[in-house]
């Protein structure tokens, strides 16, 4: 029966590496939303045969999973049960909560999914690598035309698929958009295949990280080179932020036996001790001037941030509001939380909903560094879960599970390399 099990991997990784390939495909016709929610259901009943298949063959056999991939199972499912508990504190009534439970499977039950079935059906890491290098060399070719776009007079806004109708969601899921125009500046801003800009940027830094895992230098260097590209034209702040944090940690922790590496580490205290004051406000004066970058997108965010936490406080403390929100005109309508995962939660779910997410984040973030020294997938969970951490404190990362599944696949990936599993 191993050969079973052999068979559900590489079905599995035939669809991962196709989705994966197909991006841009699925982009134009307005599926990215509807297919990446789907592959992780799939993947999900693909891992439950697999499993029946496994322990038919051998009673005995039983499933390893790591401390940290139970809890995010546990914690997703937590994430349901409090969203229901929160539409009846409500009474939002039955439909809404079908509504939003269809939400929360293609959301945070996806953040469980691709980790735990792809470590169930022992994923290779070299497939997604490979696919995201292979997606980077058709994001090179079509780069020219995003380009050229805006000063040839094309329209920013192809078209909007009818596939919203299924999804449910806004039309930016659905639309294929050649750039956008930024206010007040009236230059061009690229999102590429995602739904916003800085969406776009958080995809190039999960590419870049995920392209590392590559062997091929070839295959690496065109996978890098289209991320970097992206990370910088789609202007996002913290997508630069993000590689010039991660990328150097993963080189830490790659050379961390070396003892000459921690030869050079030994000045750093002494030398923060000297410099650590006018470092500070060095810091400080960038984060004002990034800020000052786009003063109107900050101050929607920081209004957005403080309704949430008032409204949290003083109407849901424990279980949230059970659904989200539009704003006020004052933060131009948007949905409350929406620029900021914990917020966001606290919001709609609740302190419980923020602790089902702070503690499988947490564990698996502790876990992965533990063993990042060891072997490159563990530095790639870690630098992936790292990305994850600095993007929930400006995206939401239900909203963008669809597109950054491989990120999570390839987390599951990591943690379950460290367990002995047993196959028949």
Request: net charge positive; glycine share 10%.
């Amino acid at each position: 029966m191993a050969s079973s099990a052999d068979h559900s991997q590489i079905l599995a990784e035939k669809l991962i590496a196709g989705v994966i390939r197909s991006t841009w495909l699925l982009w134009l016709v307005g599926g990215l939303y509807i297919v990446g929610p789907a592959l992780g259901w799939i993947l999900a009943f693909i891992a439950a045969y697999s499993l029946y298949v496994r322990v038919s063959d051998a009673p005995n056999n039983a499933v390893v999973m790591s401390w940290p991939l139970w809890s995010w199972a546990a914690g997703m499912l937590a994430m349901l049960v409090i969203l229901w508990i929160g539409h009846a504190n409500f009474q939002l009534g039955t439909g809404q909560t079908l509504k939003s439970t269809i939400g929360w499977a293609k959301g945070w039950a996806l953040i469980a999914l691709f980790p735990v079935a792809c470590a169930i059906l022992q994923i290779r890491i070299e497939t997604i690598a490979r696919a995201v290098c292979q997606l980077g060399g058709q994001t090179l070719i079509v780069l020219p035309v995003f380009l050229i776009a805006p000063f040839l007079g094309l329209p920013a806004e192809l078209w909007v698929s009818p596939l919203k109708v299924i999804g449910g969601s806004g039309p930016e899921y659905f639309s294929a958009t050649l750039y956008t125009i930024e206010p007040g500046a009236g230059t061009p801003r690229w999102q590429f295949f995602a739904p916003w800009s800085p969406a776009a940027g958080m995809v190039a830094v999960i590419h870049i990280v995920l392209a590392l895992q590559e062997k091929s230098s070839g295959w690496r260097s065109v996978g890098i080179l289209a991320g970097v590209l992206i990370a910088v034209l789609s202007q996002s702040r913290l997508a630069l932020l993000a590689i010039l944090i991660v990328l150097p940690l993963i080189w830490s922790l790659k050379h961390a036996k070396k003892p000459v590496v921690w030869l050079i580490a030994s000045p750093m205290p002494l030398i923060l001790g000297i410099f650590g004051l006018p470092l500070a406000e060095w810091a400080e004066q960038l984060i004002g001037d990034i800020k000052g970058a786009r003063a109107d997108s900050t101050r929607v965010r920081e209004t957005l941030a403080r309704i949430a936490v008032e409204r949290w406080q003083n109407e849901a403390p424990w279980f949230g509001h059970g659904i989200v929100e539009n704003g006020p005109h004052l933060v131009e309508y948007m949905p409350i939380g929406s620029h900021h995962s914990w917020y966001g939660l606290l919001f709609v779910k609740g302190a419980l909903g923020a602790l089902a997410l702070a503690v499988p984040l947490g564990l698996t973030l502790i876990a992965l560094l533990l063993k990042a020294a060891s072997a490159p997938v563990y530095r790639c969970g870690f630098g992936l879960v790292c990305i994850m951490v600095l993007y929930s404190f400006g995206e939401n990362l239900e909203m963008l599970a669809y597109l950054t599944w491989p990120a999570w696949a390839a987390i599951g990936i990591a943690l379950s390399s460290a367990e002995k599993r047993q196959l028949g």
